[in-house]
């Protein structure tokens, strides 16, 4: 039992104990590489059949882009909330609600990504066409989405483990398993690019195997971990409540997901009014976006498994000085590679094309953009926190009103006004203050709200214990635990 013990600590943070600055930072940074690591992989599927395909095949997969996102980001939120619950339970020390949490979460995860292939294929058709996908690319997209989409079911338990794991404090395992997938991702997208000449279906079958790949590797590990987690299949059984309480906490955050996406489509209408050589700019810059708010999205991750692990250990000053610590992170996070990324601007673009007017309009995005990355951490981590506290609804209607509804105001009366891309760009600053404040305010009403709750059950358990509690305890939760 302690070689079991040891064997864990080695490879995971006590999130309930010790300095939050440092065990928060070891936490993210395995998250940070993975993610990054993911998004390179992504783009292994545009480079290798951009470089090695017909030239209609690089137009086919590029069209899939937004709609795979829209999907892809349903599954990683029910990630996010499996992660919150499984956190809570392991902090409270209830061995038996994390086993049941964790059996039940795989079933639900699977169940959902069912519905997510089924969603992503049926509707596959009418939302390309929508989105005035060229018709010399439409077959070559619907055949990339449907076969990438066969492996929706291994992505949803990739992400339940990656969820469970990162709960517990264990971000190494979730990213080994992604580097292992994703390399050979990239060997498959070369082997049935080149040897098999199967373009669009070639690198859509890789990214299919890979993600099976990831989902076997880490759901191996839960089956061989020693701890409450450890997943039985003779366990598997539906517990209703705690279903109910993933799909409440996933869905919200995998709904946020989308909605980014969404409200990017009306933002794309603006960017389209430009010249193309503004349009193909804005496309190359667009790469900055996801590589810097992937990595600050390792902190947000961490945001709410440390909240969610000392609330359920009945620690609320951890809780806030978590989310202050997650914040500074990330919004230094945001900073720093803004910055960076605008210092080698000419560098980083030249990457997507070798167009001079090309890169100089994607330095126009840049301008705007690199500066305000850092914005972004005040909403995306007040989110995360509250994802922490079991809140999402609200922080959901928040993320629509103010990232979606007043982005289509901004495209729509704001932009016309002058009608420049400086003023189209400049609705991402605007939109992510507007949102943070109103986020910001609720997570401290719910702050405040889940703090009394947790005194006040202090307070019943000690008298139930017989003793009474003194005014110290009851200021002072976290002395109780």
Not at 383 to 403: C, D, E, F, K, Q
Request: charged content about 15%; aromatic content about 12%; hydrophobic content about 50%.
């Amino acid at each position: 039992m302690q070689k079991t013990h040891a064997r864990h600590k080695a490879n995971a943070l006590t999130m309930t104990k010790g300095p939050l600055l440092k065990n928060i930072f070891l936490f993210s940074l395995p998250l940070m590489l993975s993610n990054v690591l993911q998004v390179l992989f992504n783009m292994s599927d545009v480079a290798v059949v951009g470089r090695f395909g017909p030239e209609s095949a690089l137009g086919a997969v590029g069209s899939t882009t937004t709609y795979v996102a829209l999907f892809t980001g349903l599954l990683i939120g029910l990630g996010a909330g499996i992660n919150a619950v499984v956190a809570q339970r392991i902090g409270a020390n209830d061995e038996e609600y994390t086993s049941r949490a964790a059996h039940t979460a795989f079933l639900v995860a699977a169940a959902f990504g069912v519905v997510v292939a089924a969603l992503a294929m049926g509707l596959a058709r009418p939302v390309l066409i929508l989105m005035k996908t060229k018709e010399e690319f439409l077959d070559g997209a619907l055949l990339y989405i449907y076969i990438y989409f066969t492996g929706a079911i291994g992505t949803a338990l990739y992400n339940f483990g990656n969820g469970v794991f990162s709960a517990d404090g264990d971000t190494k395992k979730p990213l080994i398993y992604l580097s292992i997938s994703g390399v050979t991702n990239i060997v498959l997208n070369l082997f049935f690019v080149i040897v098999c000449d199967m373009s669009v279906a070639g690198v859509a079958l890789a990214s299919s195997i890979s993600q099976w790949l990831s989902c076997v590797l880490i759901l191996a590990a839960l089956h061989r971990s020693k701890r409450p987690y450890k997943l039985r299949f003779s366990k598997l059984r539906m517990d209703w409540r705690i279903a109910r309480l993933v799909l409440m906490l996933g869905i919200p955050a995998g709904i946020q997901n989308a909605i980014f996406q969404l409200a990017n489509l009306f933002i794309q209408a603006g960017v389209n009014s430009f010249s193309p050589t503004v349009v193909e700019g804005n496309t190359a810059a667009v790469n900055a976006d996801t590589l810097v708010f992937e990595l600050m999205a390792a902190f947000y991750t961490g945001c709410t498994s440390f909240i969610g692990q000392n609330y359920g250990a009945g620690l609320p000053d951890r809780m806030l000085k978590s989310y202050f610590i997650s914040l500074a992170y990330s919004f230094g996070a945001g900073l720093v590679f803004g910055l960076l990324i605008f210092a080698f601007a000419d560098v980083f673009l030249s990457i997507f094309t070798g167009d001079a007017a090309i890169i100089a309009a994607g330095k126009d995005r840049l301008r705007v953009m690199c500066f305000s990355y850092a914005l972004s951490a005040f909403m995306d981590c007040t989110i995360a926190a509250s994802r922490g506290l079991n809140r999402t609804i609200v922080p959901t209607v928040m993320v629509i009103l103010g990232s979606c509804v007043f982005r289509v105001f901004w495209v729509y009366v704001i932009f016309p006004i002058q009608g420049t891309t400086t003023l189209l760009y400049l609705l991402y600053p605007v939109s992510w203050i507007i949102t943070a404040a109103c986020e910001i305010a609720y997570f401290a009403y719910a702050y405040k709200k889940t703090r009394r709750k947790i005194a006040e059950a202090l307070a019943r358990r000690e008298v139930s214990e017989g003793a009474e509690p003194s005014a110290a305890q009851q200021t002072s939760p976290e002395k109780c635990a």
